[in-house]
C-alpha cells in the first residue's frame, strides 16, 4: 500500500478502502462503507467522511447507484499513448495488462491530415498501423498510428500486424537513432466514424473520447502521428510525478 502518512484523512480513508478493492476484498457491485459507518469506524466528522466517496468516485473505482448507494466498479481507466511510452522506458511492456488485437499494418497514401502531422505532401507513402486494446470489459480503445514510410525501409517489422517488442517508439529509434522526446496530447469529444465503430463495438456517430498524439525525435521532426478512439463509458488518466 502506497505510503499514507502526510495525506488528508479523507485521502488516507479513500486510500484504505481502494486497497481493499484491490486486494478483491471488496468486488464489484459490494456497497462501499457509508459516511455514517466511516464516521463510526474512523472517528471523523461528517464533512470529512463525505469526502471519501467523491474520491472513489474519481479515483474510478466506485459508482453512486440510485437506491443503493456508492458501489465498487471494475477499473475502467485508460492509458494515453505518453504514458505507455512511460511504462516502456521504465522497464514495463506498456500495456498494463491489456490484450491487444491487430487490425492491420499497411502503406497508404497519407490525408492531409496526417501529412500536416508528419511535415510530408498530401498523398505521399505512409505506414498505417491498426490495433486495438481490450480488458475484461471489453474494447478499450482503437488506435491507429502513422509513421512516414521511409522509415519501414529500415523497420520493416512496421509493416507486420504484430507486436513489437518495444512499441512503435522503440522500433523507430534502435531502427534510425531519433528518440522520441517531445509530445502533445489533444483530447477532444468526437463522433466515431463507420470505420471504427465495428472495431470500438458502438454504432457510427456514438460520441467518445478521442486522443491524438503528436511525437517528435530529438532533432524536432515528427516521427510518428496517432488516433485514439476510446470506448464509451471509460475514464482517461494520467499520472505525474510532481
Do not use: C
Amino acid at each position: 500500500m502506497r505510503n499514507l502518512e502526510g495525506l488528508p484523512p479523507y485521502q488516507r480513508i479513500a486510500a484504505q478502502i481502494i486497497a481493499r478493492i484491490k486486494s478483491g476484498e471488496l468486488q464489484p457491485g459490494d456497497r462501499v462503507p457509508s459516511v455514517a459507518q466511516i464516521m463510526e469506524t474512523e472517528g471523523v466528522s461528517r464533512a470529512t467522511a463525505a469526502r471519501v466517496p467523491g474520491v472513489l468516485r474519481d479515483e474510478g473505482y466506485a459508482i453512486a447507484t440510485p437506491g443503493v448507494g456508492t458501489v465498487v466498479i471494475a477499473p475502467k481507466k485508460l492509458i494515453a499513448g505518453a504514458d505507455r511510452l512511460t511504462r516502456l522506458r521504465a522497464g514495463g511492456d506498456g500495456l498494463d495488462n491489456d490484450t491487444v488485437e491487430f487490425i492491420g499494418a499497411d502503406l497508404e497514401a497519407a490525408t492531409r491530415e496526417v501529412a500536416d502531422a508528419l511535415g510530408l505532401d498530401e498523398g505521399a507513402q505512409v505506414v498505417k498501423r491498426r490495433r486495438r486494446y481490450l480488458d475484461t470489459l471489453g474494447v478499450k480503445t482503437v488506435s491507429t498510428t502513422w509513421i512516414e514510410a521511409s522509415i519501414a525501409e529500415r523497420a520493416p517489422e512496421l509493416l507486420r500486424p504484430e507486436p513489437l517488442p518495444k512499441m512503435t517508439f522503440g522500433a523507430i529509434e534502435d531502427a534510425t537513432g531519433r528518440r522520441a522526446s517531445r509530445q502533445r496530447d489533444t483530447v477532444a469529444i468526437r463522433d466515431v466514424p463507420a470505420d471504427i465503430a465495428g472495431q470500438l463495438d458502438v454504432e457510427p456517430g456514438t460520441k467518445t473520447v478521442v486522443v491524438t498524439n503528436h511525437y517528435w525525435d530529438q532533432y524536432g521532426e515528427p516521427t510518428e502521428y496517432a488516433v485514439d478512439y476510446h470506448g464509451p463509458s471509460r475514464e482517461l488518466s494520467a499520472e505525474y510525478d510532481l
